[in-house]
C-alpha cells in the first residue's frame, strides 16, 4: 500500500525463528499494555469524583486475581526464555564442514577473504542453501557485523575472534551494516552480501578476484612467513632460540609463566602479536612482538599455515619453494656456502624466476615475479 516494507526480506535459516520471537513479544507487549490500560482508565472513569460507584464494600486483597496476574506472565516468559536460549545456542553451534570466510573490520570498511585467498573489500560473497561461518576481528574499535535481512547481528572486537553463521535461503543482495558507532564515518561502513547459486559460486570462487590464480590462507600465510623471517629460529625441531611449530596445533603446551594450555588460533594469535604474555618452558623473551607490525588478514594467514604444518614440516605449497632445499636446485653453481632461493612467488609459480648467480652471489627473482602479479 505504502511500498515501503514493515520488516526486511527472510534470507537465511534464522529469519523465521528470530520474527517469531519478535511478533510474539510485540504481540505479548500490546496485549498486555492495552489491558493494563484500559483497566486504568475504566477504574479512572467508574471512580471519579462525583460518579455514584459503590464504594461501601471495598476490596483490598483478592487472591484469585493476584495468582492469576502472576502465573499467566510467569508462564508466558519461561515459554519466551526458552525458545530465545535455544535459538542463541543453535546460532553458537555452526554444523560440521562450513564454508569458512574470515573477516576483519576496521576504520570504515569490511574486509573479506575466503579460504582459498580471494578477497573482498564491503562485498560478500556466499553460496546459497550451504552454512557460512563467519571468523571476524576488528583491526582497531569495536565495530558490528549486521545483516537485517539474515537477522544476524554480532560484535566484532579488537584482539579476539567471534563467530557467527547462518545459511542463506534466498538469492539476491542484501544489506551489510556496521551496527556500532565506531568513529565519523561510521555511517559509510556498509556494504552487501551477494548470494549465488552454488555452481556459480564455486565458479566464482575460482575464477574471481585477480587475474592469475590467488593463493588460500595457508600460501600467503607462508609468505608472510618467510617474509618476517620465522623460518630462522622455528625449525624443524626444537632448537636452543625457539621451538619447531611442525605439528603444534592441538597439542597442550607448557610456559613458565603461565598454566599449560591447548594450542588454538587465539593461542597462536596470541603468541605471534605479544608472545611474553605466554613463554614456552625453556626459552626466554628473544621473540619479537609482531603487534601494530602486521595486519589483522597477515595474522590470520600465518595462524592457517601453522595449523596446516604436519609433524614432518609443513605441506608443500604452490607458488611457495622450499628454503632448505633450494640449495640443491644450484649446486651447479658457484655459491659455496650459500643458500641459493628459488622464487617466493606472490600468486603461481613462474619458470623464469630461478636463481641465477651475478658477481659470485645468488641473485633471486622473487620481487620481479611479485611485481609482475601485483
Not at 486504568?40 to 455514584?52: D, M, P
Amino acid at each position: 500500500m505504502f511500498h515501503y516494507p514493515l520488516a526486511p526480506p527472510s534470507a537465511s535459516n534464522w529469519a523465521a525463528p528470530n520474527d517469531a520471537i519478535f511478533y510474539s513479544i510485540l504481540v505479548l507487549t500490546v496485549f498486555f499494555t492495552l489491558a493494563v490500560c484500559g483497566a486504568i482508565l475504566y477504574f479512572v472513569i467508574r471512580y471519579k469524583e462525583g460518579s455514584k460507584a459503590d464504594r461501601s464494600r471495598p476490596v483490598y486483597e483478592a487472591l484469585a486475581l493476584e495468582l492469576t496476574w502472576t502465573i499467566i506472565p510467569t508462564i508466558l516468559s519461561i515459554v519466551i526464555f526458552f525458545f530465545a536460549a535455544k535459538l542463541y545456542l543453535d546460532e553458537k553451534t555452526p554444523p560440521k564442514n562450513p564454508e569458512d570466510i574470515f573477516v576483519v573490520g576496521k576504520q570504515w570498511m569490511w574486509q573479506m577473504e575466503h579460504r582459498n585467498g580471494v578477497r573482498e573489500n564491503n562485498v560478500l560473497h556466499v553460496p546459497i542453501d550451504r552454512p557460512v561461518r563467519l571468523t571476524m576481528i576488528s583491526q582497531d574499535v569495536i565495530h558490528a557485523f549486521y545483516v537485517p535481512a539474515f537477522r544476524v547481528q554480532w560484535m566484532v572486537v579488537p584482539g579476539r575472534y567471534t563467530t557467527i553463521w547462518f545459511t542463506p535461503t534466498l538469492k539476491g543482495e542484501f544489506h551489510l551494516f556496521c551496527n556500532m558507532y565506531c568513529g565519523t564515518q561510521h555511517s559509510e561502513m556498509c556494504g552487501k552480501v551477494v548470494v549465488m547459486d552454488q555452481t556459480d559460486y564455486a565458479k566464482w570462487l575460482a575464477n574471481q578476484g585477480e587475474v592469475s590464480t590467488p593463493m588460500t590462507m595457508e600460501q600467503a600465510g607462508a609468505r608472510v612467513y618467510s617474509k618476517i623471517g620465522c623460518e630462522n629460529c622455528h625449525g624443524a625441531a626444537d632448537s636452543p632460540r625457539a621451538p619447531s611449530l611442525y605439528g603444534i596445533y592441538g597439542k597442550t603446551q607448557t610456559f613458565s609463566n603461565s598454566a599449560s594450555q591447548k594450542v588454538d588460533d587465539a593461542l597462536v594469535r596470541n603468541a605471534i602479536l605479544r608472545p611474553y604474555d605466554q613463554l614456552v618452558t625453556g626459552y626466554d623473551q628473544s621473540m619479537p612482538a609482531y603487534e601494530g607490525q602486521i595486519s589483522e588478514m597477515d595474522v590470520a594467514n600465518l595462524v592457517a599455515y601453522i595449523k596446516s604444518m604436519g609433524a614432518s614440516g609443513p605441506p608443500a605449497l604452490a607458488g611457495v619453494t622450499d628454503h632448505d632445499n633450494a640449495v640443491t636446485t644450484a649446486s651447479h653453481l658457484d655459491v659455496t656456502n650459500s643458500m641459493a632461493v628459488n622464487s617466493l612467488r606472490a600468486r603461481t609459480p613462474d619458470t623464469d624466476a630461478t636463481p641465477t648467480v651475478r658477481k659470485n652471489n645468488p641473485a633471486v627473482n622473487s620481487l620481479a615475479a611479485r611485481q609482475r602479479t601485483e
